[in-house]
């Protein structure tokens, strides 16, 4: 009876450590539920390449933070902690610097910083981003970053509309508009001519950009893009 019961506790005490390790492990391959959030003193800064190149990395204070950004592209906006910042060029896959630049950057503020040359003098263009403060619209931003090009003006393809008006190359607007898809155009200020095209689906709370670039033979092109923050793990 004894060796029965001392039997019967040995399985249970069995069944019990494999259940804990069967759980442990089940915690360790679902992981996080949700990542960390970004620490109340993070700013936000994310890196346009605007000239005709071949992709760069970008380095922050030394570290890889983009890996192969192609001309036209804007990355995502890096988690950054405020102060002064160094930000590294460097052509794709290559230890070499083309340019560099240093940043203050402010907790709670976002910020686009455009590379229209990678010559090694050259300064980029810096811009403070608006956020998205009514949850029931978008906020469509255009960048001007064709040097070659005079003021445009940014309308719907039918013309009817002038989204934004008399841009200077080098400046940046913002509007909240109707969450909507649609078809948009840069003319020259006070004409309807299409110079580029782009078009966007937009959705409630969203926030979009539509930058206008350097395009082949001189001419301007045209990218749209969703605004996002990189995924933020705390390391």
């Given amino acids: 009876m004894l060796y029965l019961l001392s039997s019967r506790l040995r399985r249970a005490a069995c069944v ?6 069967c759980a442990a492990v089940g915690a360790q391959q679902t992981g996080l539920l949700y990542d960390p959030e970004p620490p109340a003193d993070s700013a936000y800064v994310r890196v346009i390449l605007a000239s005709r190149d ?3 990395d970008v380095e922050v204070d030394g570290k890889l933070r983009i890996r192969k950004l192609a ?3 804007a990355s995502d906006y890096m988690v950054l902690g405020a102060g002064k910042h160094v930000i590294a060029l460097h052509a794709a896959g290559k230890s070499a610097t083309l340019l560099s630049t240093s940043l203050e950057v402010i907790r709670g503020r976002a910020m686009t ?3 229209t040359t990678l010559r090694a003098d050259a300064i980029p263009v810096v811009f ?7 949850k029931l619209k978008a906020l469509l931003a255009v960048y001007h970053l064709d ?5 445009v003006d940014v309308l719907t393809a039918d013309g009817n509309t002038k989204v934004f008006a008399g841009l200077a190359a080098g400046t940046s607007a913002s509007i909240s508009v109707n969450p909507i898809s649609i078809e948009l155009i840069a003319a020259k200020a006070g004409d309807k001519t299409a110079q580029a095209r782009t ?6 709370g969203g926030t979009y ?7 082949e033979g001189g001419k301007t092109g045209a990218r749209a893009t969703q605004n996002k923050i990189e995924r933020y793990t705390g390391k």
Avoid: I, R, W, Y
């Fill in 16 to 21: 019990a450590l494999l259940s804990g390790l």
């Fill in 54 to 56: 071949s992709p760069v």
């Fill in 71 to 73: 001309t036209g592209e």
């Fill in 113 to 115: 910083v455009a590379f």
């Fill in 128 to 134: 403070e981003d608006k956020a998205n403060a009514n």
């Fill in 147 to 151: 040097a070659g090009a005079g003021a």
């Fill in 199 to 204: 078009s966007l689906a937009m959705a409630q």
């Fill in 209 to 215: 950009s539509v930058l206008l670039l350097p395009g």
